[in-house]
């Protein structure tokens, strides 16, 4: 493991590159069959509404992984993160359109942990609402 | 419907090994759109200090999930899987997944709960390589809806 960023240039408090992700029915459809998850919810809007749901959803998973990115992208080294969890609180929904749903994360470093540890707290958001709660990450820095 | 407490605890077999392969780690990393090379370069893998190219960190959510369907569908558990959606997920590392891994998953069942009408359940699952060392333990709550229940995603 060999995270480019230290720990002695971290105080509580740094923030982390933030970034935002789009995604589209097509992104939808790619995520669905590298995870094996089919779930119709994330690509068929006639089943979708049928379950009380506004319209087709990303998979909570994909929220997940971009997320995180926000993380591996700072470290370099994506091996840095040594603990990772979200509770997932509200959908991504993604309309039929050209423009889709955009995730948008922001980081900051909240403790400083021991052996060079520091834990990481994620703001993830879509259509202005916070989809993701207790996003947080364990991350291993140089 | 109230889920069996007796369940607490129980464990399931070992999944027979999942083979991790380069082309699925650059599938699962261009479908999230993860241009880090450390996912697809071997070199560049090697460079970080990993003997081939690694997964990202979700990656295994889709062997861990896979090998929690034995607990999901124990109809002796009599969970209601057409309204499971997931509530929380947690993973610790000890590594990162790698190509070239052969990884079981031993699944154990945390907790079962209902709370304001929905089941919950928490089920655990450690995953091992073909040595038999510790690789990742990924934690999911899952959640099978009361009827007015609005929180979670699936």
């Known amino acids: 493991m060999t995270a480019k960023i230290a720990y002695g240039d971290v105080e509580v408090g740094t923030e982390l590159p933030a970034q935002d992700f789009p995604v589209t029915r097509a992104t939808l459809v790619q995520y669905a069959g590298a995870s094996g998850d089919f779930n119709p919810i994330h690509w068929n809007e006639k089943f979708a509404k049928e379950v009380g749901l506004p319209d087709v959803i990303a998979h909570g998973m994909f929220t997940m992984a971009e997320a995180i990115r ?6 370099g080294d994506p091996a840095a993160v040594v603990e990772y969890g979200v509770r997932f609180t509200k959908p991504v929904v993604v309309p039929n359109d050209d423009q889709g749903a955009t995730i948008e994360v922001s980081g900051k470093v909240a403790a400083k942990l021991d052996d060079n540890k520091v834990r990481v707290d994620l703001l993830v958001k ?6 993701l709660g207790m996003s947080r990450a364990v991350v291993q820095l140089a | 419907m109230a889920l069996d407490q007796s369940f607490v605890g129980r464990s399931y077999p070992p999944t027979d090994p999942y083979e991790v392969g380069r082309e699925k780690i650059r599938e699962f990393a261009e479908a999230v759109g993860d241009t880090n090379p450390a996912y697809t370069d071997p070199e560049a893998a090697k460079a970080l200090g990993h003997p081939d190219v690694i997964a990202p960190p979700t990656f295994v959510f889709s062997i861990t999930f896979k090998a929690a369907g034995q607990v999901i569908q124990d109809p002796q558990l009599g969970l209601d899987y057409s309204r499971v959606v997931h509530g929380d997920q947690k993973f610790a590392y000890t590594r990162p997944v790698r190509a070239g891994d052969r990884l079981t998953v031993t699944s ?15 089920v655990r699952g450690e995953v091992h390589d073909e040595a038999g060392e510790h690789v990742v333990t990924a934690w999911t709550k899952l959640v099978a809806r009361g009827l007015d229940a609005e929180e979670g995603q699936a």
């Open chain 1, 126 to 131: 879509s259509a202005g609402q916070k989809v």
């Open chain 2, 108 to 122: 154990t069942i945390e907790a079962v709960k209902t709370m304001a009408g929905n089941d919950i359940l928490d």
């Open chain 1, 70 to 75: 926000v993380v591996t992208d700072w470290t």
